[in-house]
């Protein structure tokens, strides 16, 4: 009887491990349908902006230089200071001009008491009328003479052209100087200008009048509002972009680095995908979209960018549905199984 048992236990046992045996893993099936997430494409109003890199410019801006060569005699430089238009900054040793100059009057005194004597002269047919027109010559020729000398002598002087703030000091009294030589620089910070370049595909960001924003290295907390006041009528050839002046009141450093946002003058609907689903490809780049079930691979252009998102500008259409989750096992052709249908408005935010 206990033998019986031993060999029903054994031959159960044997049974079990075979079943077990024939069973075997699961094998892999190729085409079954991959299951992939779904946003339906579909138009949207982006407030599309743009950040470009500009300089901030003195509304006036001048490099003081003398016009002739010469010894400095007279120097006042403020440095740092508002000075006034008409503000004498330098002048030359001008002791040769001077004398020429009173050469100059002597002889032209001279020159008009004769011009005088010989009208009286005429008046009476004294004498005829070539002689006066002589003395009459050298009377207007001396007068040319001291107007040129005076010129000369006007340019040993320089002066601030307009009202501003005068910058640092670089030559000191007694030195030689030439018309390459810079004094000083003078701008006027009252009312600041900056310039500013955008690529040609932007051209529809900026119009004369329209008001951006700028935000500068030294404050960066509150944004200056800045006019359009000036646009290039070209395009430059070598870097496609286009160059725009702006003009607004502040207190900035010319020179300083700033950062200009720019808003798009008329906004258009747009179709916007999540960046992440844009499929890189050496010429093209692409997207993956279902057509009746099955992944279809499909050329796009892309446009604005947002740290989240892109604009596509060709190659889908609105209610094309776009796969966001699990391309990385799709390939073109290959069946598709839906699972979740994403909101288009909330993943692009």
Known sequence: MRKIHTIALVGLLFSV??????????KFNPNAPVSVDITIAENQKVEKGVEVNGTILANDYVELRPETNGRITFLQVPEGKLIKAGTIIAKLNDADLQAQLLKAKAQLDLAIINEQRNKQLLAIKGINQSDYDVSLQQVKSLQADMAYTQSLIDKTV???????????????????VNTTTTIASLQNTNQLKMDFTVPEMYASYVGVGKKVNILTSGN?????????VAIEPQISATSR???????????????????VYLQETNSKPSIMVPSNVIIPDSKTK????????????VPVETGYRTQTAVEITKGLQVGDSVIVAGMLF???????KIGKTLSNIVITK
Request: proline fraction near 4%; aromatic fraction near 6%.
């Open 17 to 26: 491990a075979c079943s077990e045996k024939q069973k075997g893993p699961d």
């Open 158 to 176: 320089v002066k601030a052209p307009f009202t501003g703030q005068i910058g640092l000091r670089l030559v000191s009294i007694g030195a030689f």
């Open 220 to 228: 960066t907390a509150n944004k200056v509002t800045a006019t359009i």
């Open 241 to 259: 972009n286009l160059k725009i002046r702006t003009s607004f009141q502040g207190k900035v450093l010319p020179g300083a680095f700033a950062k």
């Open 286 to 297: 692409q997207l993956v979209i279902v057509k009746n079930g099955i992944a279809k691979f």
């Open 330 to 336: 799709v390939k073109d052709g290959a069946k598709l």
